[in-house]
């Protein structure tokens, strides 16, 4: 427990993956890294894309604009339409170490201040 730098004893009796991931096989000198006991909140994002468009910037973009409150960002459908436009959609997933978050003040990031910059930075038109 101590050399793992785990706080609770209880801790081993977890069944979460966000705990068990920690220490798979083989994972020596691995220190726990703390998680939010609050639930997420999970907001879809869709927008067409352009040449311009990376995942790597757009992870750099919401982790820039949201900082900690990011948990993951993840492709979760795409789609090509008749003209070659291609059409992503990326979930991602908001939570505090502190508090639960609330469904408005999440809309205030994703929608005005991701969506807004996404648009601007990468010319792509976002749908929702």
């Not at 920690?22 to 907001?43: I, M, R």
């Not at 973009?61 to 008749?82: C, H, P, Q, W, Y």
Request: hydrophobic share 35%; with cysteine.
């Amino acid at each position: 427990m101590v050399s793992f730098e785990i706080p609770n004893i209880r801790l081993f009796w977890s069944t979460d993956q966000r705990f068990t991931s920690q220490f798979s096989e083989g994972k020596l000198g691995a220190k726990f890294k703390p998680f939010s006991k609050f639930p997420p909140c999970y907001k879809d994002m869709s927008f067409w894309i352009s040449d311009a468009f990376t995942e790597n910037n757009l992870c750099e973009v919401v982790r820039g604009i949201a900082g900690d409150l990011v948990e993951e960002v993840s492709l979760i459908d795409n789609f090509t339409n008749k003209k070659g436009q291609t059409s992503h959609c990326y979930r991602i997933a908001y939570r505090s170490m502190e508090r639960s978050l609330t469904a408005e003040e999440i809309n205030q990031l994703q929608v005005h201040q991701c969506g807004q910059y996404i648009q601007y930075h990468f010319l792509v038109f976002t749908l929702c």
